[in-house]
């Protein structure tokens, strides 16, 4: 997800992050019906949209791959200690 909204960002567009659960109560608040197919779902994230008043994400920039360089360092480290301190 994160290259996708990386490369959103920098093509200048804005975007929304639903959180399906928010969407997936509001299906159900408001219908009594099971069915769930692409076309109830597009409407459904829709009437979403429009009820409430959301604005659009930010996108923070953080430094995933080297924090996840980092973070395998770490534990790399972490299991070398053990052994250490299990001979």
Do not use: C, W
């Amino acid at each position: 997800m994160i290259p996708l909204m990386k490369h959103l960002s920098v093509k200048g567009y804005e975007f929304i992050l639903l959180n399906p659960v928010i969407v997936s109560r509001f299906r159900k608040s408001t219908t009594l019906r099971r069915v769930k197919t692409d076309k109830v779902d597009a409407k459904t994230i829709a009437q979403v949209l429009a009820s409430h008043d959301f604005e659009s994400y930010q996108m923070q920039v953080y430094h995933f791959p080297e924090v996840k360089s980092l973070n395998r360092f770490r534990d790399r480290l972490i299991k070398q200690r053990s052994n250490y301190l299990v001979f």
